[in-house]
């Protein structure tokens, strides 16, 4: 299973920007996604998780400001980030947990994305 991060980059305090991880894999079906962030000085923060059938959580930081959401069909699960601070500048990385067909039997999977970076500055 694999999983592709995009849609990071450079953007003025108060911009928007949506991140995009697709997970890919063989007969995949995801639980849950999470996308955490990683601070200049390695400080990790959980910013915001979807279960499947759940309700989303968000740290308090981003309340209000960040909606995570998902694309069943394609395996996608979205992050639009509003109201940007430049103390969301980090590295963010999503999450994903649940099974992939393995022969005639499905496996539990837990994978990391590659970070996408967000940089908020005038």
């Known amino acids: 299973v694999q999983l592709q991060a995009s849609g990071g980059g450079l953007v003025q305090p108060g911009g928007s920007l949506r991140l995009s991880c697709e997970v890919s894999g063989r007969e995949v079906a995801i639980n849950s996604v999470t996308w955490n962030r990683e601070f200049p000085g390695e400080q990790r923060e959980l910013v915001a998780t979807i279960r499947s059938g759940g309700s989303p959580n968000y740290a308090e930081s981003v309340k209000g400001r960040f909606t995570i959401s998902t694309d069943s069909a394609r395996n996608t699960v979205y992050l639009q980030m509003n109201s940007l601070k430049p103390e969301d500048t980090a590295v963010y990385y999503c999450?994903?947990?649940?099974?992939?067909?393995?022969?005639?039997?499905?496996?539990?999977?837990?994978?990391w994305g590659p970070g996408t970076q967000v940089t908020v500055s005038s």
């Open positions: 999450v994903a947990e649940g099974r992939y067909r393995f022969g005639s039997d499905y496996r539990p999977f837990h994978s």
